[in-house]
């Protein structure tokens, strides 16, 4: 549960970099303390321990490899540009496609199912379907990503 809070929150802080033009910490400090005090996922009900660091290496990994990420998305974003995408959309498929192409420690299957659920959550009633289009066609390549990288 901790890997998921630790997306949810990393989703919300590149949301955050991109609307209000904050560096990587000020974005993941301001979306940990709101979810803190508004409690939304219901922390304190839950238990759950809020891990910056987990946090922080999603967004900055993310940020880091943001070109070949969004080079990669545009290759599978068939009828589609990067800014026609809802900016929500967006974020949660460069969290995905950072965790599936530059990470080992996260099976891609479980990438693209925490996509999906994070897509239904934040974003429209089609979100879930165009994220799971995209990425799940990215998997089946995967092997083949990684080679040219």
Do not use: C
């Not at 219901?42 to 070949?68: C, F």
């Amino acid at each position: 549960m901790r890997r998921r809070l630790a997306r949810e929150l990393a989703v919300q802080s590149l949301y955050q970099l991109r609307m209000n033009e904050v560096d990587v910490d000020h974005a993941i400090r301001m979306v940990i303390e709101e979810a803190l005090q508004e409690n939304e996922a219901e922390l304190r009900q839950k238990n759950e321990d809020i891990v910056p660091g987990d946090v922080k290496e999603l967004v900055a990994g993310t940020e880091e490899y943001l070109a070949a990420i969004d080079n990669l998305l545009t290759d599978y974003l068939k009828g589609w540009s990067m800014d026609r995408l809802s900016k929500v959309d967006r974020e949660i498929l460069r969290l995905g496609v950072y965790e599936m192409v530059f990470r080992e420690d996260v099976p891609p299957k479980v990438v693209v199912n925490e996509a999906i659920e994070m897509s239904k959550h934040f974003g429209t009633e089609e979100s879930g379907k165009f994220v799971n289009g995209v990425l799940g066609k990215m998997i089946t390549q995967l092997e083949g990503i990684k080679d040219k990288l």
